[in-house]
């Protein structure tokens, strides 16, 4: 069976420190992947999305960035964080563009 | 863009109560629908996938329909327990890559 993990589960950082974001997906090969943001009060938006290693789609412009260095692995990430970037970030995957997603248990971010 | 909206936002029943969750949106040319569930402070965990070829989908105490010429989706829930109790979402994947999201409607079932 398929798992999807992300970490840190919980995060606090200061204004303008970087930041990384870890997600992984077991039991599937060559899956889509997806970075959405859930903050306080608003639906989920997608944030990133990957057909494949090294690919790479942006949904909004924003001060993040993603990369997905393994076919299973997807990566967020900032180089000086903002107030406006806390939130509950959920990594997704799904077999096709067309296909249930599958969502990991998330990282609850804290800008201070 | 596509509108998703879900109604109530909050609903509370006491427990063995049958009830349905609503879910309207404006663009009918969608792939499919899904249905989440939600827990305070987690992620989301996939209830039921509906295709845009089809008219409903089960599992378990679970039946969602979908009616994409009235832009209509809803969630039934049968013999209620506490631990239904959540934020239920639902979601359309289009021809983009996105799932645009309701912002959900959250339910608390009472002993």
């Known amino acids: 069976s398929q798992t999807i993990h992300q970490w840190p589960a919980t995060l606090v950082q200061p204004v303008g420190s970087p930041l990384s974001l870890e997600c992984t997906v077991e039991?599937?090969?060559?899956?889509?992947l997806y970075w959405y943001r859930q903050a306080a009060g608003r639906g989920l938006q997608l944030l990133f999305y990957s057909v494949g290693i090294g690919q790479i789609s942006s949904e909004v412009p924003q001060n993040l960035s993603a990369s997905r260095p393994q076919d299973r692995q997807f990566i967020l990430s900032s180089k000086k964080l903002l107030l406006s970037d806390s939130g509950f970030y959920l990594c997704a995957w799904a077999r096709t563009v067309s296909n249930e997603q599958y969502f990991g248990p998330g990282t609850r971010l804290t800008v201070t | 863009k596509q509108e998703v909206t879900q109604i109530p936002a909050a609903l509370s029943v006491p427990e063995g109560e049958n009830l349905v969750l609503n879910c309207s949106f404006t663009?009918?040319?969608?792939?499919?629908l899904q249905w989440f569930r939600q827990d305070p402070g987690k992620g989301l965990t996939s209830l039921l996938l509906i295709q845009s070829s089809q008219r409903e989908q089960t599992s378990g105490r679970l039946n969602a329909s979908l009616d994409k010429s009235s832009g209509r989706s809803t969630l039934y829930i049968a013999a209620s327990q506490p631990g239904d109790s959540a934020t239920y979402l639902c979601?359309?994947?289009?021809?983009?890559?996105?799932?645009?999201f309701g912002k959900g409607t959250s339910l608390l079932v009472t002993p």
């Open positions: 979601a359309l994947g289009d021809s983009g890559y996105a799932l645009n």
């Open positions: 039991g599937t090969s060559n899956p889509n």
């Open positions: 663009d009918s040319a969608i792939y499919n």
